[in-house]
T-cell receptor, first 115, second 114 residues
Framework: GQQLNQSPQSMFIQEGEDVSMNCTSSSIFNTWLWYKQDPGEGPVLLIALYKAGELTSNGRLTAQFGITRKDSFLNISASIPSDVGIYFCAGQLGAGGTSYGKLTFGQGTILTVHP | DGGITQSPKYLFRKEGQNVTLSCEQNLNHDAMYWYRQDPGQGLRLIYYSQIVNDFQKGDIAEGYSVSREKKESFPLTVTSAQKNPTAFYLC?????????????FGPGTRLTVL
C-alpha cells in the first residue's frame, strides 16, 4: 500500500529559529494535509493543499504541495515554545472515485523548542 | 459549539472484555472515520462510514466492529479478538466542498488493557 516517509523524525531547536519538515510518497496524492498534535489530544488541522505547486500560509506556517504530487513540505518561521508538539503530514487521493477520503499518514515529526 | 466529542477520555479494560468507544459529531458531516495511533507511529484507519447504515473496513479492522445508525454517531467496539488493543483511538469526520476536502479529529480515547 501507499506509504509516506516523513522527516526528520525529531527536531530540537532554539526559540526564534525556523523549522522545515517534509513528506515524500511512493504514489501521488490529490490532497496534502498538515496536522499538529499535542500530547494526549487529537490532531488539529494546520494547512490543507489541493493543487500541485500550491503554496499556502497560515500565520507563521507555510506549506507547499510538490509539483510531482508525491511530496509536501511544512515550514515554521520564528518558532515559539507553543510550537512544541508532533506534526503529521497526510495524503489523500481526494473526493470521488474509490478514495472514500482515506488519509495516509506520515510517522510524525516531534518538535521541541528550547526557550 | 460544533465539533466532535469522544468519550471516555481514558478507558481501562480487562483482557477478554469487549468495550465500546463513543464518537459524536454535530457538524452534519456524512463521512466518519476511526483511526488507531500507537506510540511513535502515524494514524491507521480501522473503519469508515460514508453514510448512515453503511460502513467499510479500513486497513486494520480485525478485532473491531462499528455501527452507524445515526448520522451524528459512530461508535467503535473493541472486541476480545483484538490481539493488542492498548492504543490511542481517534474519531474523525470529513467535510467536502467545492474547494475543500479535509478531516477533523476528536480529542481521542486512550484504551489500556490490564
Amino acid at each position: 500500500g501507499q506509504q509516506l516517509n516523513q522527516s526528520p523524525q525529531s527536531m530540537f531547536i532554539q526559540e526564534g529559529e525556523d523549522v522545515s519538515m517534509n513528506c515524500t510518497s511512493s504514489s501521488i496524492f490529490n490532497t496534502w494535509l498538515w496536522y499538529k498534535q499535542d500530547p494526549g489530544e487529537g490532531p488539529v488541522l494546520l494547512i490543507a493543499l489541493y493543487k500541485a505547486g500550491e503554496l499556502t500560509s497560515n500565520g507563521r506556517l507555510t506549506a507547499q504541495f510538490g509539483i510531482t504530487r508525491k511530496d509536501s513540505f511544512l515550514n515554521i518561521s520564528a518558532s515559539i515554545p507553543s510550537d512544541v508538539g508532533i506534526y503529521f503530514c497526510a495524503g489523500q487521493l481526494g473526493a470521488g472515485g474509490t478514495s472514500y477520503g482515506k488519509l495516509t499518514f506520515g510517522q510524525g515529526t516531534i518538535l521541541t523548542v528550547h526557550p | 459549539d460544533g465539533g466532535i466529542t469522544q468519550s471516555p477520555k481514558y478507558l481501562f479494560r480487562k483482557e477478554g472484555q469487549n468495550v465500546t468507544l463513543s464518537c459524536e459529531q454535530n457538524l452534519n458531516h456524512d463521512a466518519m472515520y476511526w483511526y488507531r495511533q500507537d506510540p511513535g507511529q502515524g494514524l491507521r484507519l480501522i473503519y469508515y462510514s460514508q453514510i448512515v447504515n453503511d460502513f467499510q473496513k479500513g486497513d486494520i479492522a480485525e478485532g473491531y466492529s462499528v455501527s452507524r445508525e445515526k448520522k451524528e454517531s459512530f461508535p467503535l467496539t473493541v472486541t476480545s479478538a483484538q490481539k493488542n488493543p492498548t492504543a490511542f483511538y481517534l474519531c474523525a469526520s470529513r467535510v467536502t466542498g467545492r474547494s475543500t476536502d479535509t478531516q477533523y479529529f476528536g480529542p481521542g480515547t486512550r484504551l489500556t488493557v490490564l
